[in-house]
């Protein structure tokens, strides 16, 4: 996990630091994609990367949005640029965690082990959140839309009423020299079975695990994992799995961001 030290980001200074970032969060606004940043990777992954993400001060204040291309690239991460996603934990009724293997595709992360569902909610209507429970229930629409297309979940099985917000958490994680996150990162739970038909583009793999399992997976040195999804793993997901059916009411609905970098 990187320590780096960047400067605050603000809506007065974003613009002038980011001339990319667009100041209003509008559906219709795009940034194009350099052919030089993006040379080399699969066609449907650089067409994903004009998607538009939420950019953020640190108080998980929306001052803007840009190309999820422009919020990944190290150069402007280090210079403070920070935008909202979600992690969804999705797991079946014999409480064992739905894991995702990223696909070899990915332009960050490829082939790396992960919870259920990583993305980023959309500058778009729905989505988009300036407070807290408005932010959530733009995550949960998000996580619904994000589920159906790497997973093919359908969104009947994965109701919104059923996500459960539990916390945010910051953290900075290059992906390599080019690439890397710098999110405030909205922890959804769900419980449910459901029917997978995963997209190949997305997830190369999936598997169900039980504690005990995971804990096995990551002492396996051939394995790698997204570093957010390690992270959680080590500080909080465990202690919040031990109260899956009993008790995680006291873990929900956190309004402190955690701060992780």
């Given at each position: 996990?990187?320590?780096?030290?960047?400067?605050?980001?603000?809506?007065?200074?974003?613009?002038?630091?980011?001339?990319?970032?667009?100041?209003?969060?509008?559906?219709?606004?795009?940034?194009?994609?350099?052919?030089?940043d993006l040379?080399?990777?699969?066609?449907?992954?650089?067409?994903?990367?004009?998607?538009?993400?939420?950019?953020?001060?640190?108080?998980?204040?929306?001052?803007?949005?840009?190309?999820?291309?422009?919020?990944?690239?190290?150069?402007?991460?280090?210079?403070?640029?920070?935008?909202?996603?979600?992690?969804?934990?999705?797991?079946?009724?014999?409480?064992?965690?739905?894991?995702?293997?990223?696909?070899?595709?990915?332009?960050?992360?490829?082939?790396?082990?992960?919870?259920?569902?990583?993305?980023?909610?959309?500058?778009?209507?729905?989505?988009?959140?300036?407070?807290?429970?408005?932010?959530?229930?733009?995550?949960?629409?998000?996580?619904?839309?994000?589920?159906?297309?790497e997973l093919?979940?359908?969104?009947?099985?994965?109701?919104?009423?059923?996500?459960?917000?539990?916390?945010?958490?910051?953290?900075?994680?290059?992906?390599?020299?080019?690439?890397?996150?710098?999110?405030?990162?909205?922890?959804?739970?769900?419980k449910a079975?459901?029917?997978?038909?995963?997209?190949?583009?997305?997830?190369?793999?999936?598997?169900?695990?039980?504690?005990?399992?995971?804990?096995?997976?990551?002492?396996?040195?051939?394995?790698?994992?997204?570093?957010?999804?390690?992270?959680?793993?080590?500080?909080?997901?465990?202690?919040?799995?031990?109260?899956?059916?009993?008790?995680?009411?006291?873990?929900?609905?956190?309004?402190?961001?955690?701060?992780?970098?």
């Amino acid at each position: 996990m990187s320590t780096t030290t960047t400067q605050t980001i603000t809506a007065e200074n974003v613009i002038h630091l980011f001339p990319e970032v667009d100041s209003q969060l509008a559906s219709s606004h795009r940034t194009g994609t350099s052919t030089n940043d993006l040379e080399g990777y699969d066609e449907e992954q650089i067409r994903l990367m004009d998607e538009v993400c939420i950019v953020l001060d640190k108080d998980d204040k929306p001052i803007g949005s840009a190309s999820k291309k422009v919020c990944h690239l190290m150069t402007n991460i280090n210079s403070g640029l920070l935008h909202r996603a979600f992690s969804v934990f999705l797991f079946d009724s014999k409480n064992r965690l739905l894991l995702q293997q990223r696909a070899s595709e990915k332009i960050t992360f490829p082939d790396m082990w992960t919870n259920t569902c990583c993305s980023h909610p959309l500058g778009v209507p729905g989505e988009t959140g300036a407070d807290l429970e408005t932010a959530v229930m733009g995550v949960k629409r998000a996580a619904q839309r994000k589920l159906w297309h790497e997973l093919g979940i359908k969104k009947e099985q994965v109701p919104l009423e059923n996500f459960r917000f539990l916390t945010r958490i910051h953290y900075l994680a290059p992906s390599d020299g080019k690439w890397g996150e710098h999110e405030i990162d909205y922890i959804l739970f769900i419980k449910a079975d459901v029917d997978l038909e995963v997209n190949p583009n997305e997830a190369q793999d999936t598997r169900y695990v039980s504690a005990d399992g995971l804990r096995i997976m990551f002492k396996n040195e051939k394995l790698k994992f997204t570093p957010w999804f390690k992270l959680i793993c080590e500080t909080l997901l465990f202690e919040w799995w031990e109260h899956l059916n009993s008790g995680l009411e006291k873990y929900m609905n956190d309004t402190e961001i955690k701060r992780m970098c």
